[in-house]
């Protein structure tokens, strides 16, 4: 089944500088790559998604990058806020197999 | 629109007790998720549903656990009887049919003492 790995599990930065967050996995027929945020007693919420389709895409400040061949993908903050500060998951799916998440990155941006 | 929402948010018992999470989809959404959170991890999920039917429950302790969807809503997760290491975060996901993102309601925390 799939395997994903995140690196690195924390992650501390200045306000304003940027946070890069990475991911691998094993299925090569994996095709959906979302990212997730989860703040303190609060369930995660979908912030970005790519589908295999597409190398990059950007929202704002977030952007995530898809390099099928390595079979890793990447999720960028730039210009942190302390409001980003959170624990942020990577997690992939196939067309018809479930999410299997990464263990997680705590960020912390520090004012 | 109303969110996944989840009750109870938390749960305390002694082990070898039962214990029970409910869980109310998206309206529409026809499928939904039980995963479990441990402390400092991502979410491994437990059991998938599509309408009533459970269509992917391998990791589901199934000597213990047990989950429900009688009319393809909401859904109900069991364990019978609770053991120390089911200490957790139990999370309902369902899943918009038109662009296959998954919701999240707040999660259910158990502590088995």
């Known amino acids: 089944g799939e395997n994903v790995e995140q690196h690195p599990s924390t992650l501390s930065v200045q306000e304003g500088d940027s946070a890069v967050i990475k991911c691998t996995y094993s299925?090569?027929?994996?095709?959906?790559f979302p990212w997730y945020k989860q703040e303190l007693g609060k369930g995660p919420q979908l912030i970005i998604d790519i589908r295999s389709n597409v190398g990059e895409k950007k929202d704002q400040r977030i952007a995530v990058t898809l390099n099928k061949t390595a079979k890793h993908f990447s999720l960028h903050i730039t210009e942190t806020q302390p409001e980003d500060s959170a624990v942020y998951f990577c997690a992939a799916s196939g067309r018809n197999t479930p999410l299997v998440f990464g263990k997680g990155t705590r960020l912390s941006v520090i004012a | 629109e109303a969110g996944v929402v989840q009750s109870p948010r938390y749960k305390i018992i002694e082990k070898k007790q039962p214990v029970a999470f409910w869980c109310n989809p998206i309206?529409?959404?026809?499928?939904l998720y039980w995963y479990l959170q441990n402390l400092g991890q991502g979410p491994e999920l437990l059991i998938r549903y599509e309408n009533e039917e459970a269509v992917d429950d391998s990791q589901l302790p199934k000597d213990r656990f047990s989950a429900e969807r009688l009319k393809g809503v909401d859904s109900t997760l069991k364990i019978q009887p609770a053991e120390l290491g089911d200490s957790a975060v139990y999370l309902c996901?369902?899943?918009?049919?038109?662009?296959?993102?998954?919701?999240f309601g707040e999660g259910s925390r158990l502590t088995v003492l």
């Open positions: 996901a369902s899943r918009s049919t038109n662009t296959g993102e998954l919701f």
């Open positions: 309206s529409g959404h026809n499928t």
């Open positions: 299925d090569s027929a994996s095709n959906y």
